[in-house]
Nanobody, 125 residues
Framework: QVQLVESGGGLVQAGGSLRLSCAASGRTFSSYNMGWFRQGPGKEREFVAG????????RYVDSVKGRFTISRDNAKNTVYLQMNSLNPEDTAVYYC??????????????????WGQGTQVTVSS
């Protein structure tokens, strides 16, 4: 079992930055690929970024490439999402998710086994 708790969301003006954190319980965090997803108002859940269990492979949705950076600190059981140059289209509830060790970084939310409760990010224009 892995329990995930997100933090760091909030209200920010367009062009601003936020860093989301996702703290995981359990001693096997380093065995899990981690992903960030988001769900905006009236939209389906969307893959944002993912990182493999070793931290050496990452993947991003095209709309955030060059603006968002995913990273992890296995010693702290935490995964981060640094979000820069935010725009109103980034407004959503952001969720972190965990998938037991896999070769690739999946963008399919159905492949992830554990989910956090979400944190709201609102970007004003």
């Amino acid at each position: 079992q892995v329990q995930l708790v997100e933090s760091g969301g909030g209200l920010v003006q367009a062009g601003g930055s936020l860093r989301l954190s996702c703290a995981a319980s359990g001693r096997t965090f380093s065995s899990y690929n981690m992903g960030w997803f988001r769900q905006g108002p009236g939209k389906e859940r969307e893959f944002v970024a993912g990182i493999n269990w070793r931290g050496g492979r990452t993947r991003y949705v095209d709309s955030v490439k060059g603006r968002f950076t995913i990273s992890r600190d296995n010693a702290k059981n935490t995964v981060y999402l640094q979000m820069n140059s935010l725009n109103p289209e980034d407004t959503a509830v952001y969720y972190c998710a965990a998938r037991f060790m896999a070769l690739g970084v999946d963008s399919d939310y159905a492949q992830y086994n554990y989910w956090g409760q979400g944190t709201q990010v609102t970007v004003s224009s």
